[in-house]
T-cell receptor, first 110, second 111 residues
Framework: EDQVTQSPEALRLQEGESSSLNCSYTVSGLRGLFWYRQDPGKGPEFLFT???AGEEKEKERLKATLTKKESFLHITAPKPEDSATYLC???????????FGQGTELSVKP | DTGVSQDPRHKITKRGQNVTFRCDPISEHNRLYWYRQTLGQGPEFLTY????????KSRLLSDRFSAERPKGSFSTLEIQRTEQGDSAMYLC?????????FGPGTRLTVT
């Protein structure tokens, strides 16, 4: 069965304390992976798309990487405004459905 | 604002009532998706359209659920005879290629 698992479920950091979030998947025929940010009561906000193992994308304090079995979202020197739930999702083909992990709830304290 | 919009943002209904939600996608996007999200979980796929054609439906979409996209623009999701287990956030997304962009969601509470 296709499965996407994120860890940890919750992560508490001090401002400036770098860390990584993990997204592992067992999916056949994977075409790529998305990372989203979701604030409470809002829809997911698109961050990155990764298509192939070894690919990396960066945006401000965030960097996403992809291997054949997992993806990491690295957060460098986080700020309180980075607090949110981070979701990863995989897809099989262009225009098709996404399969999401359960998310990692990140809290950054000043 | 040219993002995905959803209406209403919140809906409280009594068990057994019918409800209908609307989604307006980004104007140049030909694909439209519906997902459902419960507390502490990631979104779960329900169905999607390419233009006006409904191309895939999840097993989660029971016969009480129906979705339409009559002219390939906006879409509606109707839930008949609502149950307490239908309480969730209903999310709409649209795309023209790979990336899917989400709306703010409609939060449904069934009492």
């Amino acid at each position: 069965e296709d499965q996407v698992t994120q860890s940890p479920e919750a992560l508490r950091l001090q401002e400036g304390e770098s860390s990584s979030l993990n997204c592992s998947y067992t999916v056949s025929g994977l075409r790529g992976l998305f990372w989203y940010r979701q604030d409470p009561g809002k829809g997911p906000e698109f961050l990155f798309t990764l298509y192939s193992a070894g690919e990396e994308k960066e945006k401000e304090r965030l960097k996403a990487t992809l291997t054949k079995k997992e993806s990491f979202l690295h957060i460098t020197a986080p700020k309180p405004e980075d607090s949110a739930t981070y979701l990863c999702a995989v897809f099989y083909n262009q225009g098709g459905k996404l399969i999401f992990g359960q998310g990692t709830e990140l809290s950054v304290k000043p | 604002d040219t993002g995905v919009s959803q209406d209403p943002r919140h809906k409280i209904t009594k068990r057994g009532q019918n409800v209908t939600f609307r989604c307006d996608p980004i104007s140049e996007h030909n694909r439209l998706y519906w997902y459902r999200q419960t507390l502490g979980q990631g979104p779960e796929f329900l169905t999607y359209f390419q233009n006006e054609a409904q191309l895939e439906k999840s097993r989660l979409l029971s016969d009480r659920f129906s979705a339409e996209r009559p002219k390939g623009s906006f879409s509606t999701l109707e839930i008949q005879r609502t149950e307490q287990g239908d309480s969730a956030m209903y999310l709409c997304a649209s795309s023209s290629a790979y990336e899917q962009y989400f709306g703010p969601g409609t939060r449904l509470t069934v009492t």
